[in-house]
C-alpha cells in the first residue's frame, strides 16, 4: 500500500456503517510529540483515526495548512504545543494561541464549526493527557459527524 492509499483509507469502523471522524494533528517537536510517543510506548488505548504530523513549533503551523486540511476532507484539526512559558522558540505558542483565536472565527465565517479546530498544550511527560484529549476530540467532532466539504 502506498503512502497517498495509506493516508486515504477508511478506518475498519467506517465499514460498519459507524462514522469515523478523521483528524490530522500537527505535533510540536519539543513537546507534544513526546507526549505521543510516551502515550504509545506506554500503550494506552486512543482512537487510530488520527494522523500525526510532527513541527518544530506549533508557531509552524501555518493557517493555510489547516484551511488546507479540511479543504482535503478532515473532519477535525487538533494544534498541540508547548505549555506556554515552555516554548523552546521563546513565544512560539503565545503566536499560536492568536493565530488559532483568529482562523477559529475565519472558519466560523466559512461555515464551519470553529470547535472542528482545537489547541491544546502537552508537555512530554504527559502521555495520558495526550490520550485523553485525542479521544475527547475525537469524540467532540464525531457528534458533530463529517466534514460538510465532505458532502459536496
Known amino acids: 500500500m502506498s503512502s497517498d492509499q495509506a493516508v486515504h483509507a477508511e478506518p475498519k469502523a467506517a465499514e460498519s ?3 469515523e471522524p478523521k483528524l ?3 505535533c510540536c517537536n519539543w513537546c507534544s510529540y513526546a507526549g505521543a510517543d510516551l502515550a504509545g510506548v506506554s500503550r494506552l488505548q486512543m482512537p487510530t483515526n488520527f494522523r500525526v504530523i510532527r513541527t518544530m513549533c506549533s508557531a509552524r503551523v501555518d493557517p493555510e495548512f489547516v484551511l ?3 479543504a482535503n476532507g478532515a473532519d477535525g484539526v487538533l494544534i498541540l504545543g508547548c ?3 515552555d516554548c523552546h522558540y521563546i513565544g512560539g ?3 499560536t494561541r492568536r493565530r488559532i483565536a ?3 472565527v475565519l472558519l466560523e465565517q466559512y461555515g464551519f464549526n470553529p470547535d472542528r479546530l482545537r489547541l491544546e498544550w502537552v508537555s ?3 502521555g495520558q493527557k495526550f490520550q485523553k484529549t485525542i479521544k475527547e ?3 467532540v467532532v464525531k457528534e458533530m459527524g463529517p466534514n460538510p466539504i465532505n458532502d459536496e
Open 17 to 19: 456503517g459507524e462514522f
Open 24 to 26: 490530522i494533528v500537527f
Open 68 to 70: 488546507r486540511a479540511f
Open 83 to 85: 505549555h506556554p512559558a
Open 93 to 95: 505558542n503565545y503566536r
Open 102 to 104: 483568529l482562523l477559529r
Open 124 to 126: 512530554a511527560s504527559e
Open 137 to 139: 476530540f475525537n469524540e
